[in-house]
């Protein structure tokens, strides 16, 4: 059971998670995700060095 309160206090804070950015801006966010991602799987032994620096070279 949801209280009116929990609901209500909900909405306000999706409200706040909505952003917009523009098409520049969406360009760099998904540029740094990938290499945020490509540094992880580096660091948990999946990509060698020799494949991290290659993807992080091809999406810079």
């Not at 490509?38 to 060095?49: A, G, P, V």
């Amino acid at each position: 059971m949801v209280l009116e309160t929990d609901k209500n206090s909900f909405m306000e804070k999706e409200k706040l998670m909505n952003i917009t950015l523009d098409a520049t801006q969406q360009k760099e966010l998904k540029k740094t995700l990938k290499c945020g991602i490509y540094k992880e799987l580096h660091k948990r032994d999946i990509l060698s060095d020799a494949q991290l620096n290659s993807l992080l070279e091809h999406n810079s």
